[in-house]
T-cell receptor, first 113, second 111 residues
Framework: DTEVTQTPKHLVMGMTNKKSLKCEQH?????MYWYKQKAKKPPELMFV???????INESVPSRFSPECPNSSLLNLHLHALQPEDSALYLC????????????FGAGTRLSVL | GDSVTQMEGPVTLSEEAFLTINCTYT??????LFWYVQYPGEGLQLLLK?????DKGSNKGFEATYRKETTSFHLEKGSVQVSDSAVYFC??????????FGAGTQVVVTP
C-alpha cells in the first residue's frame, strides 16, 4: 500500500478565514512534504519534515504554518491567504529524507476568494 | 544548482504511435532520477525510477535509461493509448532528498 490521503479534496476560503489541510500516511515513512502546484507548472516544495521535525522551509510566507503532530500525520494551517495562493496543494511522503521515492497524495485544490 | 530540462509540450500523437519525451539534468554527485505522471485533476504518480548509471526503469510499457555520459533520462513508450494522455514530469532527487522537477510535458493522444 503506497497511499497518501489528503483532505479535503476541495476548499474555498475567504481571505480572513482560518483553515487546515490534512495529510495522512500509514506506510511508516519518516519524511513528509508539502508542495504547491499552480496550473501548468511543476510542484514547488514548501516544507519538509523528517522524523516529525521541520527540516526544510523554502522561505514560505508565515500565513502558511505546517505541523507534524505524529509520524503519520501532516497538517498545513492556513490564515489570511491571498487570492494568488489559490493552487493545488500536494502532500508527499518517503521512507527517509534522502533519495527515496516520494509518494504523492491526490492533493487539495484551494481557492481563495 | 541542480536542474532538470525536459522538452516542451504539448506533444500530440495518434493512438499506437511511438512516444519519446527528452529529459536532461544537471546535478552534482549521483542523483536518483524519476518520471512522474499527473492525470487531469489528480496528484502525481510515480511512473518509473533509476538510481544509478545504466539503470533502466520500466513500468506500464514505459522505459527510461539513466545515461550518465549524456546526463539524460529520456522516456519512451512503443505504442501509446488514449489513456496515456497526461502531464509527464522528469525529476531528480539529490542527497538532501529534495525533488527537482522539470517543467512538465503535456501528452495528448488522439483516437
Amino acid at each position: 500500500d503506497t497511499e497518501v490521503t489528503q483532505t479535503p479534496k476541495h476548499l474555498v476560503m475567504g481571505m480572513t478565514n482560518k483553515k487546515s489541510l490534512k495529510c495522512e500516511q500509514h506506510m511508516g515513512h519518516r519524511a513528509m512534504y508539502w508542495y504547491k502546484q499552480k496550473a501548468k507548472k511543476p510542484p514547488e516544495l514548501m516544507f519538509v519534515y523528517s522524523y516529525e521535525k521541520l527540516s526544510i522551509n523554502e522561505s514560505v510566507p508565515s500565513r502558511f504554518s505546517p505541523e507534524c503532530p505524529n509520524s503519520s500525520l501532516l497538517n498545513l494551517h492556513l490564515h489570511a491567504l491571498q487570492p494568488e495562493d489559490s493552487a493545488l496543494y500536494l502532500c508527499a511522503s518517503s521512507q527517509e529524507l534522502a533519495k527515496n521515492i516520494q509518494y504523492f497524495g491526490a492533493g487539495t485544490r484551494l481557492s481563495v476568494l | 544548482g541542480d536542474s532538470v530540462t525536459q522538452m516542451e509540450g504539448p506533444v500530440t500523437l495518434s493512438e499506437e504511435a511511438f512516444l519519446t519525451i527528452n529529459c536532461t539534468y544537471t546535478a552534482t554527485g549521483y542523483p536518483s532520477l524519476f518520471w512522474y505522471v499527473q492525470y487531469p485533476g489528480e496528484g502525481l504518480q510515480l511512473l518509473l525510477k533509476a538510481t544509478k548509471a545504466d539503470d533502466k526503469g520500466s513500468n506500464k510499457g514505459f522505459e527510461a535509461t539513466y545515461r550518465k555520459e549524456t546526463t539524460s533520462f529520456h522516456l519512451e513508450k512503443g505504442s501509446v493509448q488514449v489513456s496515456d494522455s497526461a502531464v509527464y514530469f522528469c525529476a531528480l532527487s539529490n542527497s538532501w532528498g529534495k525533488l527537482q522537477f522539470g517543467a512538465g510535458t503535456q501528452v495528448v493522444v488522439t483516437p
